[in-house]
Every structure is written in C-alpha cells, then in structure tokens.
C-alpha cells in the first residue's frame, strides 16, 4: 500500500443499485451526503430512444469508467477514497477466492478498476483527474491498478 496516500475525512460509500451498466452509490463524504453514479459497461442503442444513436454513444457509452454526479463534491480526495475503499472491497474478495480454490478453481480478477470523476460537455465526457494521480492517492499498486475509461472505450 501507497505510504503517501492522504488521510480522508469520515467517509462512506454503499452501493445502491445497478442498472443498464452502471452502478448507483450513496456517499457520505466531507460530511456532505450525495449519491453518484458509475458507468462501468458500454450499452446497446436501446429501441425506443429520444436520442439518436450519436447521442447515445456521446451520452452514455462514453462516460464508461467515470464517476458522474456534482463536480463540486467529486473531488480529487474523494475520488481517491472512494476508489480506496473499493480495493478494500476487492482484496478482501480476492483473498477469499484465493483460499477457497475449491470453490473458485484458478479464476482470478485480471485487474482492479480505478474509475475517475468527469463532467459533461459539449463534446461529451471529460475527466477531471488524471488516473495516475488516483491510482496514487487511492495507494492501489501500480501492478493491478487499471484504467477503466481506456480499458471499456
């Protein structure tokens, strides 16, 4: 673990729901309470849609791996964190199935994503931190760490 990462503020983070390749969260962070939402896959152009499929896939299917919801509270510290806690999540899943092969066989995750917060512009979605700068606060070794914007697009 990365011995330079920051000491975040009390926070929390619950996922919500997932739904058409994306995940909801509520967050508690900075003693502001909000929820975000991450696009973690690509999407099909849904049959009845109001947007053309240009729209679409600059709407939607472009925002994969980026934290979505207020740019004010989706702050480098928090990304970082909420990204710290999801590794926490995932070793502890990780060393679960590593000590039940049973169970498990020799599966095992190929990488740990790191998503990154990002607004929505005229040209689509744009990100507001860099992914080595995440990976660095969040103290997720470089060796599993992943890029999951340049991994789904």
Known sequence: ???NSFLAPKSSFRWLLSYQGSHTYECTF????????VQVARERYPQ???????????????????IKGD???ITPEFV???NRHRYSDWMEQVSKMRADPDRYGDYMPSGFNIYVGAVYGPEGWTPTQRFEEVRALAGVPLEVALDA????H
């Open 149 to 152: 914007a340049l991994r789904t």
């Open 80 to 82: 970082a964190s909420f």
């Open 48 to 66: 009845h849609s109001t947007l053309t499929k240009q729209e679409f896939e600059k709407s939607v299917n472009s925002s994969v791996g980026f």
């Open 71 to 73: 740019p004010l509270k």
């Open 1 to 3: 673990m990365n011995t």
């Open 30 to 37: 900075g003693g502001k309470d909000f929820r975000i939402e």
